[in-house]
Structure formats: structure tokens, C-alpha cells
């Protein structure tokens, strides 16, 4: 401070005014009392007041209000208090000016004594600009560090400059472990390739931002999704000299969006479900590395687990099957309750009492269980985050298990629609026993079992018997309840490691695992003993009966294939042997099949080639003596093979489908034949052709019939077709159509084997038929045995009641054809006239035998 001795202030005033008002600061001279006496130009134009208004006014005038007081010497005697404060240091503070505007000064003050007063000078310059800039600046740095993003800026060479607030907080580092490093092995320090640098950089010294979605890692090791923008900043010379780098933590919505992309993908991919919990679990460890994902199903009321990779898997065993209930550990619990339990520490929680050693002894100090819920709000499973510290979720972890039970949810549910669906495909609707190819598949392992364990193992084909006449007589509904009772009762006489499924309409297939021929054969007795137990239908009680065919494993066959397919040859030979039997395969029954299958191929190469032939026999109408019809019946002598009867071709046509060709080759050839001998003028009133039931499943056998008929121009009159009562128990509904429309065109409709069937009487008067044909078994001893003729006489007496033609065949006696005659049959054939003939042959046995008959 600069101190001189002047006589009076008016001289020192004097003295300095001329070199003071070239001074460019503002100087201000005050007194004691802080009244101003004097200042300089520069001050005038710093505070606004013309130097007149202000000389003798205190110095608090130019102070904000608030200040004012502080320069009033009344109030602070002796010094000013205010002005000690500034003479310590230069300070910037405010002025008020003349207009009532702020503007900021920077003060220094010195003391002049002038005749034992003081006399104090301010130097004083204006620093508004400066001001103004530091406040900005502050501004900026503030928003700058309050910013929700984390910002850094680096320079030319991406090594933090300066971190923003933001950034240490996102990150958890501090500012002393940033300064210098570079930030892509800070942030990233196993992800980032050079090569990925190396592009960015090129970008950026090419002036363009960049904008990419980074997977970052914090501090702590916890991966950080980010949304990064880089600006790279030049300077004048257009030179790279600062980067600014903003992030962006888009962790929510990346892992959502990861998750979510790679748990749908899987879905749709068809990965099972368990599967994509595993691949969840193991992500989420991966995002959150402090927790131990467990997710776990509930089935009947327990836990079972799904996926838990990373728990201990004897702790997981212990868990699994565990009941859902209250207090249950924090899954359990959650299950019960359908809310989320955490247990912060297992150790003291109510909802781990007396389990919670099963999870500490794991090292497992918490747990916190969030219910996964189908969308109509049932309980699916659980999905649990494990701590080894006793600790609540964090925000992240209650994010992610957001997301991810919802996940869960989809795949669950979807997994149960899945096994609904399995459900539908791999299950009997009706029974609900496994269906064709859920069976196949069980016992191709039972089979693989029973090979590496050397055990046997039978498979039964079971059919039932007359499965078609329930049906007919029941209705479907009646069937279907025959059907379920036999599931039932089948199901009843295994063992849990045995397998029962159907196979399609009434056959049911059993494998016995671990049984030889011997327990086979003592199984199959009781089933059929099971199965023969009484049953009510309606008003009615049956008695179920079955065919068996079994097949023992490795001796019969090693494939389920073969093994079903013996089974069901043997099955075959029980129905053949008289129903309601079990047979065993032996090999000679895979020779007959073999022998059947050369037969078909020989069938199938006759009726190709015009081989087979028909005969014809007459039928002789007991009134008058003359020609009734002549039955056409099938003849086949094969090249090799010689005469195969009818009785082994016919049923064969019937199974191998060969019969619709069969049949219409016999309509044509019959019409043929008639047409001829017409022709030859041989008097044949008509010809009766044999259809078997299956020909009637064609709904154009009428239009074939009406073409053939015409053909051959004949009338619908001249041919008989004899059908027999199978034809009513087939389940097809074309077959009655067809009958109708085959009546409709006037062709006469022939019962044949009467009496042998399970048709009922009304069934009888349904269809259009006007013969009923005497099987020709019940003539068979009729001279001899009263029951059989009282059968025959009934059956005449059945015919003559329904106006219709009753035929007996295989009259083979005169004996015979008296008693059938006085029994009232109109019409008769048999070796007692004569077999079956060739065409040829029945001419001239017509010429030669009916006059004398008709006279006789
Ligand atoms: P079916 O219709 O009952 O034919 C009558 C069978 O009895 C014929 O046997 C015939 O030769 C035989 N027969 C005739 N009179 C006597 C007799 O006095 N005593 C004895 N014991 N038998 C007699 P066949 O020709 O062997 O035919 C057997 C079965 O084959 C026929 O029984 C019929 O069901 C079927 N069949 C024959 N030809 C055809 C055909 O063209 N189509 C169809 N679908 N079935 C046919
Ligand atoms: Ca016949
Ligand atoms: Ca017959």
C-alpha cells in the first residue's frame, strides 16, 4: 500500500485528478465514513452515475441492497467494516449501477493519509465479461455432469480427458482410475478387436460420428449394454484433437430384446423346453454373474426341475418333487401363493423353516422366487435368483426376472399346448390308450431294453370278436362303450412296465416286458377270462369274447415290426381256430402267409389274364319242376397250383381288395352267358351272381350293373345277385345305398347262407331282398335229425311270413328235396340235380333233364 504524506485531501486531489482520469480502471477516492470524494472517468462510465451525483454520497450507494448496510460507519464504527473485508485481497464483487443493472468489479484498495485522515482509493476494473464466462462454464460442467447419459471426452488418441458424472456413476469408477486410460480396454476388455478400432477410427478422422450398440462392461465385471455416439472434435486446422463419447445404458431393452430374440427362436426352432431354460438360465448368469438362475415346473402339485445349470446338482435333486405349499423354501412358497417371496437370508427366513439347511449347506445365503403364470393366471413354475450373501435384488435383477418370466410364461404355456397337441396325436381319443405310434415307439424301447438286459418279452394282438355285429346291433355308441370297457379291462390286467395301446377299430395290442411263452400264455388266459366278464349294453349284457395272437421276443422276431406282425398272423389262426382263443406264432403260419402272398400274385395275374371261369348250377323251382336261375360260382385252375376252390380264392379277393374286380368280372362274364344261350335258345329264366359285401362299398355298382345288363341286352329281371348277411354288418354307410339303388333297378336281391349270420329278423324286413337262400348246412342230415328240419321248417315258415322266395341249397337226397317241398321251399339245388357245370355242360344238362323234369 502506498502511503504519502500531502498537506490536505483538496491537494492530494489535485494532485493526482490530472494523471487519474487517464488511468483506464476505474478509481474511486473515499473517506472514513466511506463518502465518496472523488471519481475518475473510467469509474463514471463502469457504474453509469455522473461523478456530481456521486461526490459525497456513501459508498454503499454503488453495493447491491443487501450490502448496503455493511458500509454505513454509523452502524460500524471506527472502519468500515466492509471495506477491511476488501482491503484483505483483490475481489471480485457487484456493483450497482446508476440504471439498477448488476455488473461485476474487481476491486484494490489502497490507503492515502493526508492530514491525519485516511483517505482510501479503490482501484477498480470491470470483470462482468470474465464473470459471465466462468458462469457459463459452470452452467455447462453442471449439466454437463447431471446429464441421465455418461459422457467422456478423450482425446485424439481415446484416452479419457474428462469424465462426466454420469459416466463414474454408470461405470463405478472414479475419476482418479479414468484420467489417462484408454477406453476401449476400460470398457470392453476382452470384446474389442483392433480391427473394430481401427474402422471406428478411420470414421471418425473422416469427420463422421459413430452411433452402434455396445455390449460394456462396469467395474465390477457386470456387462453394460450401451448405445455409444462418438463425435469426433477438430481444431482449426482441421486436425483430430478430442472425441466425446456418449453412453447410454440400454441394458433394459437389450437384454429384453436378447433374451426374448434367442428364447423365440428357440421356441420356433422346436428346442425343447428345458433346453431353452438351460440356454436362459446360462445367459442370464452371464448378465448378471453374482445370481444362480434356478426355473422349475409344477406337475400335480410338486416341483420339478426345469433348468438350473449352475446350482449344485444334489441340491437341485432335493429340491425336485418337492410339494408346493405354504413355507415350502421361496419356490415352493411362491408356487403356493402366486407371488413373488424373497428370502433375504435363507438362514432366518419364516419361509424356509426347518429346509433351510438343504440351501446353506450349498452355500446358498438367499433366494428370491418369482412365480411364472399362464395368461389365465395359473401357477406354471418358478424362476429363482440364488445369492451366497444374505441380499435383497438389486433394480437390474428385478428388471431382468421381468422380462424373463414373462419369457417363461410363452414357453410354458406353450409347451403345455404342445402336449395337448401330443396328446391328440400319440393318444386314443376314445380309450385314451397310446395310439398306433406312441406304442410302436414304447415298445422299441422295451425291445432295446429287453435286448441288453437278455430278457424276453411277448407282444399280444388281441381282436375282438364281432366287434361289427355290436356295432350293428348297439349303435356306434354301443361300440365305443365296448371298446373303452376292453381299454379298461386290458389296462387292469398289466403291470405298470407292460404297455397297452390300440391299434385301430377293435385290435389292442399288449407288451408283456420281461415274460416268455410260458407267462404269455398264462397272461393271455386271464386276459380272455377278463375280457369274458359280462357287460351291460343298453338293456342288453354281452359277453366280450377276443381272438389272441402272440409273439415272443427274440424268438419270433427282434423289431416290433416283425414281432406285431407274427402276432397278428397268429392272431389270424385263433379267429380261424374258433374265436376267443390265444395262439402262438409258429413258423409254418409264416409259411401259409407266405403261400397266401403267392397266392394273391397268382390272383391278381388270373384275373388279369382271363383265367378264372364260371360254372353254373341250376336251381330248380319245386312247383312246376322248371329252370328257377342258374347260380354262377367261380372257378380257378391255376397252371401250377391246379383247382384252387372258391373257398380259399374268394375270402383271399376279399382281404386283398382283388374282389371289386373280381365281382364285376363275374357280373360280365354271368350277362355274357345268358346273352348266349338265349342266342343258342336255350331257356334260362336267369342267372344269380355272388357279390360279397365289400362290392357294395362301390357306390357305381348300380350304374355298372345297369351298363353290363344293357350291354348284353338283358333286363334288369334276368339277373338274381345273392348277397349274404355280412353285408349288414359292415359298418360302411354306402353299402344299404347301394342295395337300394341296385333293387331300385329291378334287380332281384338274394339272401344266401341263411341262417349261419347274427343279422336280426328286423334287419330282414329293411332291406329289398326277395330270396332268402337255406344255408345249405342245415340240410345237411335234416332226413334224420328233427331239430335240424324244425330249424328248416322255421326258416321257410320266416320266408313264407316276409312274402318271400325261399331257395334250399345243397340238396344232395330225394329224401331231402321231399321234406324241403313239403316244408313249403319253393325252389331247390344241390348235387341231388347236379354240381356246378361249365356253360357248355349246363346247356345240354338243361336239354336233357328239364323236359322230363317238368313232366315228372
Ligand atoms: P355259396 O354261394 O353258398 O355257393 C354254393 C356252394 O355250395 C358252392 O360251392 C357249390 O358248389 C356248393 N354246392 C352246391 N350244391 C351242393 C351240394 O349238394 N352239396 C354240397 N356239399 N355243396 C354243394 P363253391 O362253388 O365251392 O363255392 C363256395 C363259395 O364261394 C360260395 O358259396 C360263394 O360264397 C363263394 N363264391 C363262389 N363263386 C363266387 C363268386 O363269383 N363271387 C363271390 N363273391 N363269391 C363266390
Ligand atoms: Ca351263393
Ligand atoms: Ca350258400
Given amino acids: 500500500m502506498h502511503r504519502q504524506l500531502l498537506s490536505s485531501t483538496e491537494d492530494m486531489l489535485h494532485f493526482f485528478s490530472a494523471a487519474l482520469e487517464r488511468i483506464g480502471s476505474g478509481v474511486i477516492l473515499f473517506d472514513e465514513q ?9 469509474m463514471e462510465t463502469i457504474s453509469g452515475w455522473p461523478r456530481e451525483e456521486m461526490l459525497g454520497r456513501n459508498l454503499g450507494q454503488l453495493a447491491p441492497p443487501s450490502m448496503r448496510e455493511r458500509y454505513d460507519t454509523r452502524l460500524y464504527p471506527g472502519a468500515s467494516n466492509r471495506v477491511q473485508e476488501l482491503a484483505l485481497a483483490p475481489h471480485d464483487i457487484q456493483l450497482v449501477r446508476k440504471d439498477g443493472s448488476h455488473c461485476w468489479i474487481s476491486v484494490t484498495l489502497s490507503h492515502v493519509s493526508s492530514g491525519g485522515r485516511d483517505i ?25 455432469d447431471e446429464t441421465q447419459s455418461a459422457v467422456l471426452i478423450t482425446d485424439a488418441q481415446a484416452h479419457v480427458v474428462y469424465p462426466n458424472k454420469g459416466f463414474r456413476r454408470l461405470f463405478g469408477f472414479l475419476d482418479s482410475e479414468l484420467l489417462g486410460r484408454y477406453v476401449p480396454t476400460l470398457l470392453a476388455p476382452d470384446d474389442h478387436s483392433g480391427e473394430q478400432m481401427a474402422a471406428y477410427m478411420t470414421r471418425l478422422m473422416s469427420g463422421q460420428s459413430i452411433r452402434a450398440d455396445e455390449r460394456l462392461y462396469r467395474k465390477d465385471g457386470q456387462p453394460l449394454w450401451c448405445s455409444v455416439t462418438i463425435n469426433p472434435i477438430f481444431d482449426d486446422y482441421g486436425k483430430l484433437v478430442n472425441m466425446v463419447v456418449v453412453l447410454t445404458d440400454i441394458t433394459r431393452t437389450k437384454v429384453h430384446e436378447v433374451l426374448q430374440h434367442r428364447m423365440l427362436d428357440a421356441m420356433v426352432r422346436e428346442v425343447p423346453t428345458a433346453e431353452i431354460m438351460q440356454m436362459m438360465c446360462e445367459e442370464v448368469e452371464k448378465i448378471a454373474p453374482q445370481v444362480t438362475c434356478s426355473v422349475l415346473r409344477v406337475e400335480d402339485g410338486r416341483l420339478r426341475t426345469l433348468a438350473a445349470p449352475s446350482l449344485p446338482e444334489a441340491y437341485s435333486k432335493l429340491v425336485d418333487g418337492t410339494p408346493v405349499g405354504p413355507h415350502s ?15 433375504r437370508d435363507i438362514a432366518s427366513d419364516p419361509n424356509w423353516e426347518g429346509v433351510s439347511h438343504l440351501a446353506l449347506q450349498y452355500g446358498l445365503a438367499a433366494c428370491w422366487s418369482t412365480p411364472i403364470k399362464s395368461s389365465d393366471g395359473r401357477v406354471l413354475g418358478t424362476f429363482a435368483f440364488y445369492y451366497r450373501q444374505p441380499m435383497e435384488p438389486d433394480s437390474f ?16 404355456e406353450r409347451e403345455e399346448a404342445r402336449n395337448r397337441i401330443r396328446r391328440l396325436a400319440f393318444y386314443d381319443d376314445l380309450t385314451g390308450l397310446p395310439n398306433r405310434s406312441l406304442l410302436h415307439a414304447r415298445a422299441d424301447q422295451a425291445i432295446s431294453a429287453a435286448g441288453h438286459t437278455h430278457q424276453s418279452l411277448a407282444v399280444l394282438f388281441i381282436d375282438l370278436d364281432r366287434f361289427k355285429q355290436v356295432n350293428d346291433s348297439f349303435g356306434h355308441p354301443g361300440g365305443d362303450e365296448l371298446l373303452r370297457v376292453v381299454a379298461r379291462r386290458l389296462q387292469e390286467q398289466t403291470g405298470p412296465m407292460d404297455i397297452v395301446g390300440r391299434l385301430s377299430g377293435d385290435e389292442f395290442v ?25 357287460l351291460q349294453l343298453g338293456e342288453m349284457e354281452i359277453r366280450p369274447s377276443a381272438s389272441i395272437g402272440i409273439s415272443v421276443f427274440p424268438h419270433d422276431g427282434t423289431s416290433m415290426e416283425t414281432l406285431l406282425h407274427r402276432a397278428d398272423m397268429a392272431m389270424y389262426q385263433a379267429k380261424h381256430s374258433g374265436r376267443n382263443l390265444a395262439r402262438f406264432y409258429s413258423c409254418e403260419m409264416d409259411q401259409s402267409a407266405q403261400e397266401r402272398l403267392a397266392l394273391e400274385n397268382a390272383l391278381r395275374e388270373a384275373l388279369a389274364l382271363g383265367q378264372l371261369q364260371l360254372h353254373y348250377q341250376p336251381q330248380i323251382d319245386l312247383h312246376d319242376g322248371r329252370l328257377h336261375s342258374v347260380e354262377a360260382l367261380a372257378r380257378w385252375h391255376h397252371p401250377r397250383l391246379g383247382n384252387v376252390p372258391p373257398v380259399r380264392f374268394i375270402p ?80 360302411d354307410p354306402v353299402t344299404l345305398q347301394t342295395l337300394r339303388k341296385v333293387h331300385a333297378l329291378g334287380v332281384r336281391l338274394s339272401m344266401d347262407d341263411f341262417g349261419t349270420g347274427y343279422s336280426s329278423l328286423s334287419y330282414l324286413r329293411q332291406l329289398p331282398i326277395s330270396e332268402l337262400k337255406l344255408d345249405r348246412s342245415f340240410v345237411n342230415g335234416i332226413e334224420r335229425d328233427s331239430v335240424a328240419s324244425a330249424l328248416t321248417q322255421a326258416i321257410a315258415h320266416i320266408g313264407q311270413s316276409l312274402h318271400l322266395k325261399v331257395v334250399a341249397e345243397g340238396v344232395e337226397s330225394s329224401e331231402q328235396l321231399r321234406l324241403l317241398g313239403e316244408q313249403g321251399y319253393h325252389i331247390a339245388q344241390g348235387f341231388h340235380f347236379t354240381p356246378a357245370l361249365p356253360a357248355p355242360a349246363l346247356a345240354q344238362w338243361v ?8 313232366e315228372g
Fill in 329 to 343: 423354501g421361496s419356490c415352493g412358497t411362491a408356487a403356493h401363493c402366486g407371488e413373488t417371496v424373497v428370502a
Fill in 34 to 42: 466511506n463518502t465518496i470524494l472523488y471519481l475518475n472517468r473510467a
Fill in 120 to 144: 482510501h482509493m479503490a482501484l477498480i476494473s470491470d470483470v462482468t465479461a470474465r464473470r459471465q464466462a466462468q458462469e457459463r462454464e459452470r452452467l455447462l460442467s453442471l449439466g454437463f
Fill in 652 to 731: 383271399l379277393a376279399e382281404e386283398t381288395g382283388l374282389i371289386g374286380d373280381l365281382g364285376q368280372w363275374a357280373l360280365h362274364e354271368a350277362c355274357h352267358q345268358l346273352a348266349d344261350w338265349r342266342e343258342d335258345g336255350l331257356e334260362v329264366p336267369s342267372v344269380s351272381v355272388n357279390l360279397s359285401p365289400t362290392n357294395f362299398h362301390s357306390p357305381a355298382l348300380a350304374e355298372m350293373i345297369s351298363r353290363i345288363l344293357h350291354e348284353h341286352g338283358l333286363s334288369a329281371s334276368d339277373l338274381i345277385l345273392e348277397i349274404t348277411e355280412d353285408v349288414l354288418l359292415d359298418a
Fill in 510 to 534: 399288449v407288451v408283456l416286458n420281461g415274460c416268455d411263452a410260458q407267462g404269455a400264455d398264462e397272461h393271455s388266459e386271464r386276459l380272455l377270462r377278463a375280457l369274458g366278464e359280462p
Fill in 847 to 854: 336239354r336233357e333233364h328239364l323236359p322230363a323234369m317238368v
Fill in 397 to 412: 435383477h428385478r428388471r431382468l426376472v421381468e422380462v424373463i418370466v414373462h419369457l417363461c410364461a410363452l414357453a410354458l
